[in-house]
């Protein structure tokens, strides 16, 4: 199994290096802009970090501090796969964190060693753990009571959705999920556990993907958001990101778009640390799309209105700002059903590993508990 994901791993790392062939498209000068408003300091000047455990069930802490609060919401950021280093989402942690929320980053694989079975278990209790030594004090900020949310990329979206979905069973151990968003989520091997239907009906549920994302496509996403069916259109949103190349640097809508180095926060894990640092190049797609979306999400999560009420304009919601020469960049397109959103071109990625393998019509379904024993 370890060599069979050796392979995957290398053939999507041969991929993902032709990603870019236009990385150096455009007009000079004409870096989009948002204006200067944004741009004020954020209400924490420092980051506060602490690891915790060891191994694929460990986990790392990103409290707000200077000012430290007694309280802040959790959000709990789940990684892509390989991508381990908090470094490589840096950027979007900093702002997440800087502006008063605590992140829980669980770490859930040791690279290949892990195998993809064990990676929501393993988040799991990263997340549940990370819970009781924050409400426990001592030192680390605690809790701000209802409001927690999941946010996740790649294999991680996958994660956030699934973690949700546990949520709905209280002896999982997790609070109410407030926001869950997925961003250009991924699946490494299907699963038929947990069931995504089990998302409680009280969340917000963004689900986004890219437009040339070859690596995944987008048909975990649209699984994703058509299988949280207790989920209410009003509560939930899919976006396609869509790339822009008419000016420098261009924005790709590929599936390392979501991330944002930050070498301050580099532990010096990763099997492919110096290739994600390299990508992960921060822009307009996040700080106007990704992390906007996120914000507007979370604001809205935790103060009980929906998705209808927070993307009321829409054009508020999904804006990335304009190029230099005041041309509009060109924003995601939005929705609440799927039907109004185009196919990503090759859907389903790379196809490196199939995603759903053959289930034999006499097979007798398999229950929630069951499924869900191996979590406990």
Known sequence: MNHTLRIVAASALALILNIHPDAIAGEPNSRPTRGKAEESPPPHGRVARHEMGTGPRSYLLYEPADPKPERAPVVVFLHGWFSVNPAIYGAWIDHLVR???????????NNVGTLPRDFLPNALHAVRDALVVLEGGRGHVRPEPGKFALIGHSAGGNLAAQLAALSANPRHGLPEVKATLAFFPGEVLPTREPLLSEIPASTLLVVAVGEEDVLVGDLRGRQIFAQATSVPRSRKRYLLFRSDRHGFPPLIAEHTAPSGANPKLDNGEGILRNLQLSMGEVNALDRAGFWRVADQTLEAA??????????????????????????????????????????????????????????????????????????K
Not at 99 to 109: I, K
């Open 302 to 375: 935790y103060a009980g209105r929906t998705l209808d009420e927070a993307a009321a304009d829409s054009e508020a919601f999904t804006n990335l700002g304009y190029w230099s020469d005041g041309r509009k960049v060109l924003p995601p397109l939005m929705a609440d059903h799927l039907d109004a959103v185009p196919r990503v071109i090759l859907s389903n990625g790379i196809r490196l590993i199939p995603w759903e393998w053959p289930v034999k019509a006499t097979d007798p379904p398999r229950s929630q508990e069951g499924e869900t024993a191996q979590l």
């Open 99 to 109: 502006n008063g929320s605590t992140v829980v980053f669980p770490r859930y694989q």
